[in-house]
């Protein structure tokens, strides 16, 4: 079983090896935001939300997704390895083809 910790100090790490930054999302008066914004050289921006495998987002959380997605922003919702390798690889893939331009 996935642990929210320990897959969100694996997105920061390698976001970091990435050369980008994993920063913690707060914003006050405005509950439900994702747990991590990832920046990433070239100005590319995702949303990443993690859980605990089998946790569900809250009625906040999903308002704030299907915000992000309506505004057409990246988002993930990852609460297992399998998913955080994919999150991952698409932050590379793309960061690579963006900033080979």
Known sequence: MANEKLLES????DVKKMGGMAIKFVSPGHAGVSDRIVIMPGGL???VELKSEGKKL????????RQMEDL???YWLV???????ECLHEIEYITKIKNSK
């Open 45 to 47: 921006i995702w949303f």
């Open 72 to 74: 057409k922003c990246r």
């Open 58 to 65: 809250s009625p906040l959380q999903k308002i704030f997704k």
């Open 79 to 85: 609460d297992c390895p399998e998913m955080l390798a």
């Open 10 to 13: 694996k997105l920061r790490r």
